[in-house]
């Protein structure tokens, strides 16, 4: 079993395009959606959710109000900038509506409160607090599902709004996803990776046997391209690239040409722009599905060559 | 004034609707926080006066004052210290610069240390018809892991009489709550294709909660179907501009050419954007 996954650097390249294509495509397969911040593989396979999970992921600082003695060490050890004093009167307020007491209008109390966007789970202030007031909560950080599209199965997953940590929700669906390929004898995991070179695609590129890298070509799409392969070879995975787009402007393309044959990168294709791309994804289709045009033909021969590049090549 | 750009989905137009604005109005400073692939310079070409190398710290452990008690793992949420045969293992690029460990050491045997992930860049704008633009961007070194801590020190450079333009990364995790956190308003661009929209939904959900007004641009706005515009009609969310699909706007981007200078007229409809967003018109 082998695992490809799609990358690119700068975001709106065509990575889910061509991965959806290659699921059309492939033969005993297991699809993965590692944009776990912004999936989209799903508007295309429709995958009937077979399992859903929840991903646990981080803690969160919690204070209890009735055990602070209002020390302030808290604050000021957190380097993350995510406990603040608040406004006085929201507390008193509530003070107010328990004791029904007027007369304690004016009384100066803060009262210390997390930020729990800015907080990074490091429970640093929980040790550090002397009277117990702060307990560390679990997050429940996102979801993730296990699915059946027409083309095999597929894991993928979606990430809380403002989440953290989604390299490891990255690497959970991966798991998962080569777990199932395990289980079904699957020949492949085709993973659609997510856009720049941190820690979402560190985690979707560690350990794959090919990183297909899908450019456009503009000076902003060669930069981010040339920034994650370089990412890709500093954790030693293969690379191959295709150029998206190329007739957008052919001088730009050549230029991509010419960057692949000084670095040693593969160019296993170039795809003209095409409208049809739009069309098939507003009919929630793949374009192998939608066409037969040249387009078409031009995805089966990337994704033979790509599997040539795969079972002949370095890995 | 602080105005972040933000998409959700990748190569919607982030940088081209940050760059033009930028460009169009003054007094402005681009702070480009897409510091995994930042791409603003290739548009503002700035002069670049200041390279500052950025630092997270990490623990070092002094091998001759440990004593392997643990207590430095057991407070780490992160697992990246581990005691093995009588070694204490830091993982630098599991840290997250807490500073828990040094501070609980009983031994006194770690210290911090600075670890580089990336620099930032400080100059200011060449093209010939702006000079009072400032630049800011930070470039995050390759295979470091985490950006927040560089997107904080390029944040560090928003000034108070400046309009300060945040290009922010695509998605919705961290990098982009760290960048448009603060913001007074936030330009969300998206593309009135399925992806477009599924995604322009989450970035929304995003805002929500972070309690930051916002409006949308559609960009290629004659490419897809109508209906990301229905979307924001039912919700009420109000459509600031639309960016047709033009061989020469996309030509001039692959190039690095802002749309402002093939398309002057778009230096107006960014001036009358502005104008109404610091009005408080969609607010």
Known sequence: ?315 | MIISIASGKGGTGKTTVATNLALSIKNAQILDCDVEEPNAHIFIKPKIQEKIFVFIPVPQIDKTKCNYCGKCKQVCMYNAIAILNKTTLVFAELCHGCGSCTYFCPQKAIKEVDKEIGFTEIGYGSTSFITDLQFVHGKLNIGQAMAPPLIRAVKKHISSTRVNIIDAPPGTSCPVIESIKESDFCILVTEPTPFGLNDLILAIEVLRKLKIPFGVIINRSDLGDNKTDEYCQNQNIPILMRIPFKKEIASAYSQGVPIVEVLPKYREHFKELFRRISNGEFN
Not at chain 1, 34 to 41: H, I, Q, R, T, W
Not at chain 1, 78 to 102: N, P, W
């Open chain 1, 1 to 315: 079993m082998k695992q490809i996954v799609v990358i690119s650097g700068k975001g709106g390249t065509g990575k889910t395009v061509i991965t959806a294509s290659f699921a059309a495509l492939a033969n005993n397969t297991v699809m993965a959606d590692c944009d776990v911040d912004a999936a989209d593989l799903h508007l295309l396979l429709k995958p009937e959710i077979k399992e859903k999970h929840e991903f646990k992921s981080g803690k969160t600082a919690v204070i209890d109000q009735d055990k602070c003695i209002l020390c302030g060490k808290c604050k000021m050890i957190c380097r993350f900038d995510a406990i603040s004093v608040d406004k006085f009167k929201i507390f008193l307020e509530k003070k107010l509506q328990k004791k029904e007491l007027g007369e304690n209008m004016g009384t100066d109390k803060d009262r210390f409160v997390v930020d729990s966007v800015s907080c990074e789970g490091c429970a640093f202030c929980s040790f550090v607090c002397p009277c117990g007031a702060i307990e560390m909560k679990e997050n429940i950080a996102g979801q993730w599902f296990d699915s059946q599209t027409r083309f095999g199965p597929m894991i993928h997953a979606k990430l809380g709004i403002a989440q953290e940590n989604s390299g490891k929700l990255v690497s959970l669906v991966r798991k998962r996803a080569k777990e199932k390929a395990e289980e079904i004898n699957a020949d492949w995991v085709i993973i659609d990776g997510s856009p720049g070179i941190g820690c979402a695609v560190i985690a979707s590129l560690s350990g794959v046997d090919c990183a297909l890298v899908v450019t456009e070509p503009s000076l902003s799409g060669l930069h981010d391209a040339t920034r994650v392969i370089d990412v890709a070879r500093h954790f030693k995975v293969p690379v191959a690239l295709v150029i998206n787009k190329y007739d957008l402007n052919i001088d730009v393309a050549e230029k991509i040409v010419q960057y692949c044959q000084s670095n040693n990168v593969p160019l296993i294709g170039k795809i003209g722009f095409d409208k049809d791309i739009v069309k098939a994804m507003v009919q929630g289709e793949t374009i192998i599905e939608y066409s037969q045009g040249e387009i078409s033909t031009k995805i089966k021969s990337i994704w033979d060559r790509l599997q040539k590049e795969v079972l002949d090549g370095k890995s």
